[in-house]
């Protein structure tokens, strides 16, 4: 099962997620629908529509729920997957354009919910994707339905009451045993997910929060903590550049860019500077990965709480086990990470994502340093339980039960900034 997992997660992505899954959902309805569409409808929820709103599309001078659709529209061909962005040729592009599709916000269960209805004057055609980026999860033909299935927060065909139940001991056996496929793989992530972190230094992208903290540090790194920081910001600079519609792909976890490279990009860097083996460092990542990607199944992929403190966990978990630290010493790691940035939250995808996976990841290494002295807070303190499977319930309660508002006012906020640049 964790096999699976990994190999359906850890995929390539052109472009932030939430706009490549607008994308699909209109390259499915257009795959669909005989002719081209007179009428565009749209209906999505309040997180797609804060998550696209402010992040650059590659290649494209519109942003947003919309532009993404048009774009899809044009391409008509899923094939790509989340990568279907990198397939948009200068004539889709114009003919997306023109495109003047009707978009309306629904409340839904599922927080990603996509629903893109295309028709003309003989056919029509409707695709649904739901729970997670790539899940189809409804297809209409002129009113025929071709696929109508239940779908979970979490979609994929795995059970996501599993991904919730793996243990830190379940992640740790399976990633020292793990097989040489997944090794392959979690290799991939790190090259592909560099190769952006070191374009970011290229050019000015967003905040060009990568860029300038490397101005500060050496090129190669002397201690530790030079590690941590070259890290940290080479993360940082891989989302300067990929929120500014860098055309390079990504290695996402849980849907994410952001939070792929938050994972995989400093566990790099430091076991570089560790002299780790390939076979350590992989074992360091798919920890990493696996942590991630729990979090992500108890909070929700698309909620108010920032993915990148969640991946930042992660991250602190598999630098751990890189430094030699035992599964006691991982505990410690998610009880400090959840004392300290609980509440961080997530206003969307776009240029300051760089801002909070940097601050995340300096969070994870003061973690680290403190677990490592045996330091953690207790169950006096706040939200941290009695153990750690008890501070992530509460993180978890905390983001769908405690933060349902906070999402509504932050992008009620989003909104009204919208409205007033209209005017």
Same mark, same amino acid.
């Given at each position: ?23 699909l ?33 590659p ?18 061909d ?7 962005? &990198? ?31 295309l &028709? ?40 996501p ?12 056996? !399976? ?44 090129? !190669? ?56 083996s ?12 696996l942590?991630?990607?729990?979090? &992500? ?27 030699g ?30 801002l ?13 340093k ?40 932050i ?13």
């Amino acid at each position: 099962m964790i096999s699976d997992l990994l190999k359906q997660e850890m995929i390539l992505a052109m472009g932030c997620t939430e706009p490549a899954a607008c994308a699909l959902a209109g390259a499915k309805a257009a795959e669909l629908l005989d002719g081209r569409p007179v009428k565009i409808e749209i209906y999505t929820t309040r997180d797609i529509l804060k998550n696209a709103m402010g992040v650059h599309i590659p290649g494209f001078d519109k942003k947003g729920v919309k532009a993404a659709v048009c774009l899809g529209i044009a391409v008509a061909d899923v094939s790509e997957g989340l990568d279907i962005l &990198s397939t948009v040729s200068p004539v889709q592009k114009q003919y997306a354009s023109g495109l003047n599709p009707d978009l309306e916000l629904i409340q839904s269960n599922l927080p990603l919910y996509i629903k893109v209805v295309l &028709s003309n004057e003989k056919h029509s055609s409707v695709a649904v994707i739901s729970g997670s980026h790539t899940s189809f999860s409804h297809i209409e033909k002129d009113g025929v339905v071709l696929k109508d299935k239940a779908v979970d927060s979490i979609g994929h065909k795995i059970d996501p009451d599993q991904v919730e139940k793996l243990t830190l001991s379940d992640i740790v056996t !399976y990633s020292k045993n793990m097989p040489k496929e997944i090794e392959i793989l979690l290799e991939k992530a790190i090259d592909v997910n560099m190769k952006i972190a070191e374009q970011s230094l290229n050019e000015e992208y967003g905040l060009s929060v990568g860029k300038t903290l490397m101005k500060e540090l050496p090129p !190669y790194p002397k201690t530790l903590q030079d590690a941590y920081n070259l890290g940290a910001a080479l993360a940082a600079g891989g989302s300067d550049a990929r929120m500014a519609g860098c055309q390079l792909p990504v290695m996402i976890n849980s849907g994410s860019g952001n939070q792929g490279m938050t994972l995989s990009i400093p566990i790099a860097v430091v076991a570089k500077y560790l002299k780790k083996s390939q076979r350590d460092t992989a074992q360091a990542l798919c920890i990493a990965e696996l942590v991630g990607l729990m979090l &992500s199944a108890k909070k929700g992929r698309l909620s108010a709480q920032c993915g990148a403190f969640t991946a930042a966990i992660g991250t602190g978990c598999g630098l751990a086990f890189l430094q030699g630290g035992t599964k006691k010493v991982m505990e410690r790691v998610v009880d400090n990470m959840i004392g300290n940035l609980t509440g961080i939250v997530c206003d969307g995808a776009k240029m300051t994502c760089a801002l909070k996976i940097y601050s995340c990841l300096q969070s994870a290494f003061l973690s680290i340093k403190l677990a490592f002295a045996g330091l953690s807070p207790d169950a006096e303190c706040g939200i941290i339980g009695n153990d750690m499977e008890n501070s992530v319930d509460n993180l978890s309660y905390i983001t769908h039960d405690g933060m349902e508002q906070v999402d509504k006012n932050i992008l009620d906020i989003m909104l009204n900034k919208e409205k007033c640049a209209s005017k």
